[in-house]
Each structure stands twice: as C-alpha cells, then as structure tokens.
C-alpha cells in the first residue's frame, strides 16, 4: 500500500494517527490494514496512505460504524460506488434512530421510577427495587402486559 516517499516505523505511524501501536496490530489482523512487506533483518515500513487508512477507520468509528462495517466502507473506498456506500449509510443511520428510540424509552420509564421514588410515602417498598423486581406492586411502565 505504501507507495510514497514517508517511510515510518509502525510507532511513527502510530502516532501520526493519533492511536496506539496496539491499535494498527489489531487493525492488520482484522484485514483494515495490510501488514506491508518485512525486508530480511529490517523492520516494516509505512507512508501517508496507511496513515490516511487509519484516520478513515477511526473517523467511521466515531460516528457509529461497527469495524466489520468498516471493512465494507473501504472495499468502496475508491469513491466510485457511492449508491452502495450511501445504502450502507443509511442502514447505519437507522440503526441510530432505533438505539435512540430506545433511549428515549429507558429514559422516559426511568425517569418515572426516580419520580415515584421521591414521591413515596411510609414504609412501602421501594418502587424502583419492586418495579425490578416484577413482584406486580409496581409495572415498569412500557412494559408488555404478562400473558
């Protein structure tokens, strides 16, 4: 891969891309990032275009992209397949808005257990610890109805 002028040990390509060592070894054995030659006696090399790799990968990791869906974005990587990097986009972005969707419905039962918490009198069990426990005092709200 490396066809430029930068040679750079795998520390320097490390830390040109803002990662560890350990990362760019997990990389190579995940197939993200070839493993270029190891000359006789010498130590492996890398340029610009492993440091781009790199860079690429950890940027599609912080908007959500698992490593094996990774691997599909750089098979695209040449820019010409844009329909299919958008499909995979947009498989992605729903995946978000369900997790959110869920988020938001833990959020909103939970939120509803804290406030029945503060607002319980005497010596009743806890509603939260009761709700947890399915002892049928007190439902998680949304919840399914027990058959």
Same mark, same amino acid.
């Given at each position: 891969?490396?066809?430029?002028?930068?040679?750079?040990?795998?520390?320097?390509?490390?830390?040109?891309?803002?990662?560890?060592?350990?990362?760019?070894?997990?990389?190579?054995?995940?197939?993200?990032?070839?493993?270029?030659? +190891?000359?006789?006696?010498?130590?492996?090399?890398?340029?610009?275009?492993?440091?781009?790799?790199?860079?690429?990968?950890?940027?599609?990791?912080?908007?959500?992209?698992?490593?094996?869906?990774?691997?599909?974005?750089?098979? =695209?990587?040449?820019?010409?397949?844009?329909?299919?990097?958008?499909?995979?986009?947009?498989? +992605? =972005?729903?995946?978000?808005?369900? +997790?959110?969707?869920? =988020?938001?419905?833990?959020?909103?039962?939970?939120?509803?257990?804290?406030?029945?918490?503060?607002?319980? +009198?005497?010596?009743?069990?806890?509603? =939260?610890?009761?709700?947890?426990?399915?002892?049928?005092?007190?439902?998680?709200?949304?919840?399914?109805?027990?058959?």
């Amino acid at each position: 891969m490396s066809n430029d002028s930068r040679r750079l040990t795998i520390g320097a390509l490390a830390n040109e891309a803002r990662v560890n060592v350990e990362t760019i070894r997990f990389y190579q054995r995940k197939g993200l990032l070839p493993e270029p030659h +190891k000359p006789h006696g010498g130590i492996r090399r890398y340029g610009e275009l492993e440091v781009a790799r790199v860079r690429f990968v950890k940027s599609a990791q912080r908007i959500g992209f698992s490593l094996d869906e990774i691997a599909d974005l750089l098979r =695209l990587e040449d820019g010409t397949h844009c329909d299919e990097a958008s499909r995979l986009a947009e498989h +992605k =972005l729903d995946d978000i808005r369900a +997790k959110l969707a869920d =988020l938001a419905r833990m959020e909103s039962v939970l939120s509803q257990l804290v406030c029945a918490c503060h607002t319980r +009198k005497g010596s009743v069990s806890c509603p =939260l610890i009761a709700s947890l426990q399915g002892s049928g005092q007190e439902r998680i709200p949304g919840d399914a109805e027990p058959a």
